[in-house]
């Protein structure tokens, strides 16, 4: 969960070169005495589960000690952040971006859930629609709903977000990305 990674070295004396950024200093022939002083980085694991439904822009892998990591999630068509998992301060869970400075081990897993979209279904008097009221439908699917007027009457009037449509019996909200609305009318035939 820990681990030490050389940088390079800041200070050579003798053949050795003053600094280097590389972990060897090739085959020097020693012909005079000579120093090497390495750095060491101390990293720790961070293991990020992979969400369903989205993405997050640091993987799992090896982070230095002391940065900050800042992780990003991205949903997927349809769906939206819902919250952190794992490794997460209890205060934090629901960060957008979430910035934590590492210190630890850490396991840390996004969550994203389907946007629901409402559909607003009322009937005049003398009928029935059904389902009625606020229906939560999840993006991209579909939902139906039945009109039935009162023994003697007859649908008049059907509004579909706002516009006059055909009556019919049954209305069918297919691949449904945003709000609606749907409105039925009854008089006597």
Avoid: K
Wanted: glycine share 12%.
């Amino acid at each position: 969960s820990t681990q030490f990674m050389c940088t390079g070295w800041p200070n050579g004396t003798g053949i050795i070169p003053a600094m280097g950024t590389t972990t060897n200093v090739g085959s020097p022939t020693l012909i005079q005495t000579s120093g090497i002083e390495w750095t060491w980085q101390t990293q720790m694991q961070v293991t990020v589960t992979p969400p369903l439904n989205g993405s997050v822009n640091l993987g799992s892998g090896w982070y230095p000690a002391g940065n900050v990591l800042t992780f990003i999630p991205t949903p997927s068509n349809g769906y939206q952040f819902a919250g952190w998992t794992g490794d997460v301060p209890a205060a934090r869970t629901n960060d957008d971006p979430l910035a934590l400075t590492n210190g630890r081990t850490r396991v840390i897993g996004a969550n994203f859930e389907s946007i629901l979209y409402t559909i607003a279904a009322t009937a005049g008097v003398n009928g029935v629609i059904m389902p009625a009221g606020n229906v939560q439908v999840s993006h991209g699917n579909a939902t139906n709903f039945t009109i039935i007027p009162d023994t003697g009457y007859q649908i008049t009037n059907m509004l579909i977000d706002g516009v006059s449509v055909t009556p019919t019996n049954q209305w069918l909200f297919n691949n449904v990305t945003n709000n609606h609305t749907i409105e039925a009318y009854f008089a006597l035939r």
